[in-house]
């Protein structure tokens, strides 16, 4: 098979599997999140900026997973804190040209890339941001907030606080269903959701806490 072939199955199968986390892509998105890959293989062997290996290994635990916050988001504004090499915020913003979002990581290397590789995929809704959260106090909070493998429950939520506002939703990406992080949520946060997620042929745990913000602290 030639290489143009495999690529157009790869792009086929992705288009599908992300049909079943009710995702639509076209082959253009599908085209771009390969672009992602291509880029994450290229610049991964130097800079060591994940340690999954494998082109399919990536497509399910960076492209898929990383789509299987999209149904959840909420407004327009979405920030996604210790994104790392740009997961989720990467595909996501591919899927969702009409929001804007902004990438956060204290990882010099990873802003980096996560900055080439929004302008190799023409993404102009993707802005990355080299800080530490906790550090940022931007004018308007963020409506939704995305953060996988990033701290505990209770964790987050405090160093997501000065980006955050009334009616931010914090979509917190987990492995097996955290009981002890979910009853250590304090006002003025609420649980409004926690969803098991079959991400296609992840084979792996995976829930999606979804947290409220009831007013935003000083």
């Given at each position: 098979m030639s290489d143009?072939?495999?690529?157009?199955?790869e792009r086929a199968a992705l288009i599908e599997q992300a049909r079943l986390l009710n995702v639509s892509l076209g082959d253009s998105e599908a085209q771009r999140l390969a672009?992602?890959?291509?880029?994450?293989?290229?610049?991964?062997?130097?800079?060591?900026?994940?340690?999954?290996?494998?082109?399919?290994?990536?497509?399910?635990?960076?492209?898929?997973?990383?789509?299987?916050?999209?149904?959840?988001?909420?407004?327009s504004r979405i920030a996604d804190v210790g994104t790392g090499a740009g997961f989720p915020g990467l595909p996501l913003a591919v899927a969702n040209p009409d929001r804007q979002f902004t990438l956060i990581d204290s990882a010099g290397k990873k802003v980096r890339f996560v900055a080439h590789a929004a302008r190799a995929l023409g993404l102009g809704n993707v802005e990355a941001v080299h800080s530490r959260t906790e550090d940022l106090n931007p004018r308007e909070s963020f409506d939704t907030v995305t953060a996988r493998a990033f701290a505990?429950?209770?964790d987050l939520l405090e160093s997501v606080r000065t980006i955050s506002g009334a009616g931010t939703r914090v979509l917190a990406m987990k492995g097996r269903y955290p009981s002890t992080e979910l009853s250590a949520v304090r006002p003025p946060w609420r649980v409004l959701e926690t969803r098991p997620v079959e991400v296609p042929g992840l084979?792996?745990?995976?829930?999606?806490?979804?947290?409220?913000?009831?007013?935003?602290?000083s």
């Open positions: 143009d072939a495999a690529r157009r199955l672009l992602l890959l291509d880029e994450l293989e290229r610049w991964g062997a130097a800079y060591n900026l994940t340690s999954i290996r494998g082109r399919q290994a990536m497509i399910t635990h960076h492209l898929l997973d990383s789509l299987s916050l999209h149904e959840h988001l909420h407004g505990s429950l209770p084979g792996e745990a995976r829930h999606v806490i979804i947290v409220e913000s009831g007013s935003r602290e």
